[in-house]
């Protein structure tokens, strides 16, 4: 599904967030989205998915006004911080609770949890402890798990690498690109991670100070070159 | 160079001090900030009149009118503590922010002990014992008598105040420690009114007159309570800081219970199941909840077992607390609680209204519960069945719908686990608060004077049945204002968020 952002722009106090004027991401894209902290990445995450109110502008997911309606709640998936998370329910209440609101079987949601049981390694499933009493990155693992649950057409995922394990992140991004390659769904995420961001995204857009400053494709070492060059790893 | 121990202690004083300005639930709440004064104000002025009522009514009565009042010592040292509940934190809740700093916590922990003890808080029962000792200790004892006699009942307060932070910490363990000081205080209580005279009366004006001769030995006894509640506190909260360091807090519960019976309602069950699972899972939620549930059951012990308010008013009063109690206390922050995973809902198609109308069936089944427990009253014929049915069918159909309305207007989070003291509430929740305490006896006193006693509930049953029949249609008219107002709200919720 397609996602345009037109005039879209979001200030706080004298600070600009998001300023773009024009941006689409085309259906079944994995879009990465980098910048420094600060750079409005989460801020634009956030008016993706209506949770703030853009100063102007609109966000349209395929012809869906997000801030006109709700209908696109049921195609999007989307973990940003543990503000998502239930966190007085077990992982395993959670995933029932979000399959059950969601209109997913038992037995599609068991399917699912079972694609994911490498991901989270025995830590989440068929344990008795409170989401709030997980690690930081057994919570991140919580919060991917349940926005990809939904089987999202599109799916949103602020700095998913954040607090996991090397072979956690690993497991991640296969996920993630293998999701994007069966269902064809519109992928975004957002990462400090230009390694990860790179290996993944099919297209990578540079963020600063909330506008959008380089639209790179992704995927090869000119992206790479380009983001080194960006973020002056090399003297 | 380290900083000297007074510097630092004035420090974190004023580090205190700020934490509370700056609340981002109190800084932002002007309301609140102006209440909090009235109220400082309203109680201050009431009880400089009370000192002055008393001190002259009893100035007749020679040396015995202060004896008079100090024979009530256990009364107002009662009144003294509970009151604490609303008003004042622990020292285990204040000292988190330094646990990892260089600073002792021994030192932390008497710095806040200490700042406990010498709060003007333990001034406050001076607005009226100055004006009544004034007129009535200073002629007979002078202004040394005076003196002693306030100096005695400071320490008093002092004592009370750590006997409160005691029990209030161990009540954070499990809420049944407040058991024991209301025990004690039942003791009290008993002994001054089951016999035929008052057995604590004599202590009491033996131990204020040596106060206020200067006697040594009450000063003695005075100072040793302060030391001894000191100490004891001193080594609970140490322990409490150190295992909130150590993080003792059960991680892996023994038994997580998914309520499966609500699975049978679909999608509403789920949220059915979140609505137990958020009082029984968290600290804070718990708390108001089952005390709700305790004062609901008190009022209608209340019924039972006196007959003091056994006046008509009494019983609708009574009877209509038992109903409107828990909502109160529970629904008035409305969404406050869900503000702390207010975007997880609200990426959720209609979740906001499923959980809306979780709230609502959970609400009213709940009153089932003084229904039930006020039936054999009808049964006997203390309570009339149309008072009962009355305010229960209106509590369900007119005081919820009003209550709900603040699921509109309220933009603050409320932690699940901390308790947050004195810093909740905003305008529309009092003014509803009030609504709800008072419409109801309006209406039905008014229907009741007109039509008598069992036609005069018919209002208050009809109105609730049209609320109850109209469920659907309110709770979806405030879905849609809570959503057009989405942004606003959602903003609150996350400022008010980390605090």
């Known amino acids: 599904m397609n996602i345009t952002l037109s005039n879209l722009s979001k200030t706080f106090g004298e600070k600009v967030a998001v300023d773009i004027n024009q941006f689409e991401i085309s259906s079944g894209q994995i879009l990465g989205l980098v910048g420094n902290n600060g750079a409005g990445k989460s801020t634009l995450f956030r008016l993706m998915l209506d949770l703030i109110k853009p100063d102007s502008g609109r966000v349209l997911m395929g012809t869906t006004d997000v801030s006109q309606g709700e209908e696109w709640k049921d195609w999007t998936g989307a973990y940003i911080d543990d503000s998502f998370l239930i966190d007085y329910l077990t992982p395993d209440e959670y995933f029932a609770f979000i399959a059950k609101v969601s209109g997913i079987t038992s037995e599609q949601r068991n399917a699912f949890l079972e694609k994911f049981s490498h991901f989270m390694a025995g830590e989440l499933t068929g344990q008795k402890k409170l989401i709030r009493n997980l690690s930081a990155g057994n919570k991140q693992k919580v919060g991917i798990v349940a926005a990809m649950m939904l089987q999202p057409k599109i799916l949103i995922l602020d700095e998913p690498f954040n607090f996991l394990d090397p072979s956690s992140q690993s497991a991640i991004k296969r996920l993630i690109v293998q999701y994007n390659q069966e269902s064809g769904a519109t992928i975004l995420i957002s990462s400090h991670n230009l390694q990860h961001t790179v290996d993944i995204s099919t297209r990578i857009a540079l963020l600063e100070n909330g506008h959008i400053i380089r639209d790179i494709e992704g995927g090869d070492s000119h992206a790479m070159a380009t983001l080194e060059e960006y973020f002056q790893l090399h003297e | ?499």
């Open chain 2, 1 to 499: 160079m380290p900083m000297k121990k007074y510097a630092l202690y004035k420090l974190l004083k004023q580090n205190n001090n700020l934490r509370n300005l700056r609340h981002p639930m109190f800084e932002r709440n002007k309301f609140m900030k102006f209440l909090g004064w009235f109220m400082f104000l309203y109680y201050a002025a009431l009880l400089i009149f009370l000192g002055v009522a008393l001190g002259l009514g009893m100035g007749e009565h020679g040396i015995a009118a202060f004896h008079y009042l100090d024979g009530g010592l256990p009364i107002i040292i009662i009144i003294d503590f509970w009151v604490r509940f609303i008003l004042q934190e622990t020292p285990a809740q204040t000292v988190r922010p330094y646990r990892l700093l260089p600073i002792s916590r021994s030192f932390l922990m008497n710095v806040y002990l200490v700042s406990s003890g010498f709060s003007l808080g333990n001034l406050f029962w001076w607005f009226m014992l100055v004006p009544f000792g004034i007129i009535s200790v200073m002629p007979l004892l002078g202004w040394g008598g005076l003196a002693g006699w306030l100096l005695g009942w400071w320490m008093l307060c002092v004592a009370n105040g750590f006997a409160y932070l005691f029990i209030r910490s161990l009540c954070m363990k499990h809420l049944a420690w407040a058991a024991l000081p209301a025990l004690v205080h039942g003791i009290w209580v008993a002994l001054m009114v089951l016999p035929k005279h008052n057995l604590l009366d004599m202590p009491c004006t033996e131990l204020m007159y040596g106060f206020a001769l200067w006697n040594p030995l009450p000063y003695l006894l005075g100072m040793l309570l302060v030391a001894a509640s000191y100490w004891a506190n001193y080594k609970l909260q140490l322990q409490i800081t150190y295992e909130d360091v150590a993080q003792k807090e059960e991680v892996e519960m023994k038994t997580a219970r998914d309520f499966s019976f609500f699975n049978r309602f679909g999608t509403l069950g789920e949220y059915l199941k979140m609505e137990m699972k958020l009082r029984l899972r968290n600290k804070q939620v718990r708390t108001q909840f089952f005390v709700g549930l305790g004062l609901m059951l008190f009022f209608t012990g209340m019924m039972y077992f006196t007959d003091v308010y056994d006046n008509t008013f009494m019983k609708s009063f009574i009877c209509l607390y038992e109903y409107i109690i828990l909502g109160l206390m529970t629904l008035v922050g409305i969404m406050c609680f869900e503000g702390n995973y207010i975007d997880g809902l609200m990426s959720r198609r209609e979740s906001i209204y499923d959980l809306l109308c979780a709230k609502y069936y959970f609400n009213s089944i709940i009153l089932l519960v003084p229904f039930l427990t006020v039936l054999p009253l009808t049964i006997i014929g203390k309570i009339s069945i149309w008072m009962n049915l009355g305010y229960l069918f209106f509590t369900i159909g007119v005081i919820y719908p009003c209550i709900f309305q603040l699921a509109v207007y309220n933009k603050e989070s409320i932690p699940l686990n901390q308790k947050l003291i004195g810093k909740q509430g905003n305008m529309m929740q009092q003014i509803v608060a009030i609504a709800a305490l008072v419409l109801p006896l309006g209406i039905e006193r008014i229907s009741v004077l007109l039509v008598g006693p069992v036609w005069g509930y018919a209002p208050l049953v009809l109105l609730g049945i049209v609320g109850l029949y109209t469920h659907k249609l309110w709770l979806r008219n405030i879905y849609n204002r809570f959503m057009k107002r989405r942004y606003l709200l959602m903003d609150g919720f996350r400022n008010s968020r980390k605090s």
